[in-house]
């Protein structure tokens, strides 16, 4: 069978998450191309179900027969299988035999999908989905096949066989966008029609926010994976169903106390022979304990305290864009600001003996109330000390030596400590005392490096 044109593609060149032109081949089964790592990983859940399973297939039985997708409500997954051609006699529309895969019942045939919902993007070919259209009715179990594909994620119980087709759209005597050419169906196709199950009358709200263009993040390379004269952080763009948006990311409790939620995904088969190569201490940064009470305060939580934290994205839990200066600005700031003012704020109490009673009485959300101005503030006057030193040639100092505030952070404070509170816990403002005066003693020390 003749390949189809760049223009009509279905073999597998385009990526399935965004239909940029794919230039990363999965290494597993060859059979799929994505634009990017970010993309591949978030379609991955789908891919997986049937990796290498057109090469388990074989070879085509007659000239005759195309490869077609079916979901049979039994088995445990999607498969491909050979389907005989149907000619309609009326029009020069082709479906397909499936007779011969269930018991005989009434079929309901989808017009043509021509978009992928994930993107909106158009596909330059057709898929048509057959199902019975009274499913809810005349199956009593869901498809096991559609779960396995969809991973759950539609609101709606798929029940009975499904199946799917891709070809050429024509103009048909009956339809101009039938199917006129049936093509064998790639995992591309495959991709595009988990797509299109998912969305069909999907009522869960979460759905929404996985649909539409790709999102600004942040890729942090570890230690071991940072190569010279490559930028970093490094800005990528990320599909919405990206595995950083859902359980798999895991959000930095930091970050939401200053009222911007960043969430961090570690990139598969970021880890290093040497743990200690897989550092990231921007990422660790992110995951500071900020309990009061515990003895882990101010240190990382697990797993970003070890040495094998690894390559990470970071993205915004609300899914609006980020950029880079952001990641590294807010990184340097927890570890400047944040982790000695809580240390500073742990200390008040350390020789009273009602110290975990009294920091157990904090106020919920008084640390965010002190820590969401004093961020916006820092990073507000960074930005401006950064314009200007771009306009006196030196911005590189800003951010580049931003490491050696830290020491003189961490020192901060000892002699002008504030006096300790003599209700039961100290107000909102002392600890925005305790936040703002680690930002004087940093901005003083960015400065100066002028």
């Known amino acids: 069978m003749a390949s189809l044109g760049a223009a009509n593609d279905i073999s597998g060149t385009l990526c399935p998450r965004c239909t940029d032109k794919g230039t990363l081949t999965c290494s597993r089964c060859n059979d799929i191309k994505y634009c990017s790592a970010e993309c591949q990983r978030a379609d991955w859940a789908t891919h997986k179900v049937l990796c290498g399973a057109i090469k388990d297939l074989g070879p085509r039985p ?11 409500p039994d088995e445990e997954k999607p498969r491909f299988v050979w389907a005989p051609l149907m000619q309609n006699l009326f029009s020069r529309h082709e479906s397909v035999d499936i007779s011969s895969f269930f018991e005989p019942a009434p079929m309901y045939r989808q017009k043509p999908q021509v978009k992928n919902p994930w993107t909106n993007g158009t596909l330059g070919y057709g898929l048509d989905i057959l199902f ?21 994620a539609n609101t709606l119980s798929w029940r009975g066989p499904v199946f799917a087709y891709c070809g050429l759209l024509g103009g048909g005597t009956t339809d101009k966008r039938d199917i006129v050419n049936i093509r064998d169906m790639s995992m591309l196709g495959y991709a595009h029609v988990v797509a ?39 800005a990528v763009q990320v599909p919405r169903s990206h595995p950083v948006f859902q359980r798999e990311g895991c959000v930095s409790l930091v970050s939401e106390l200053a009222g911007m939620p960043l969430a961090t995904y570690k990139y598969p088969g970021s880890k290093s022979i040497a743990a200690t190569d897989a550092s990231n201490t921007i990422v660790s940064a992110l995951h500071i304990c900020c309990d009061l009470t515990s003895p882990e305060c101010a240190l990382p939580v697990e797993p970003f305290r070890s040495g094998d934290v690894g390559t990470q994205l ?77 306009g006196a040639g030196t911005a590189g100092s800003v951010l580049g030596d931003a490491d050696a505030n830290v020491g003189a952070a961490e020192n901060a404070g000892n002699d002008d400590q504030p006096e300790q509170s003599e ?28």
């Open 132 to 152: 019975d259209d009274d499913f809810s009715h005349a199956y009593s179990n869901d498809n096991r096949a559609v779960v396995a594909a969809t991973k759950g």
């Open 314 to 390: 970071v993205a915004r839990a609300d899914r609006t864009p980020l950029d880079c200066d952001t990641v590294e600005v807010f990184g340097k700031f927890c570890v400047a600001v944040v982790v000695t003012s809580l240390c500073m704020i742990r200390d008040m109490f350390r020789d009273d003996g009602m110290a975990r009673e009294r920091l157990e009485q904090m106020p919920k959300g008084l640390l965010a109330d002190a820590l969401q101005p004093v961020w916006a503030d820092h990073f507000s006057r960074w930005k401006a000390l950064k314009a200007a030193a771009a």
């Open 62 to 72: 007659s000239k005759d027969m195309r490869r077609i997708l079916a979901f049979l």
């Open 196 to 234: 299109n199950l998912t969305d069909y009358h999907n009522k869960d709200p979460r759905h929404a926010l996985r649909k539409g263009p790709k999102i600004a993040c942040v890729k942090v390379a570890c230690d071991s994976d940072r190569l010279p004269n490559a930028p970093f952080p490094q």
């Open 423 to 450: 209700s039961t816990w100290p107000h909102s403002s002392l600890t925005w005392i305790v936040l703002q005066g680690n930002v004087e003693n940093v901005m003083d020390s960015i400065a100066a490096l002028d």
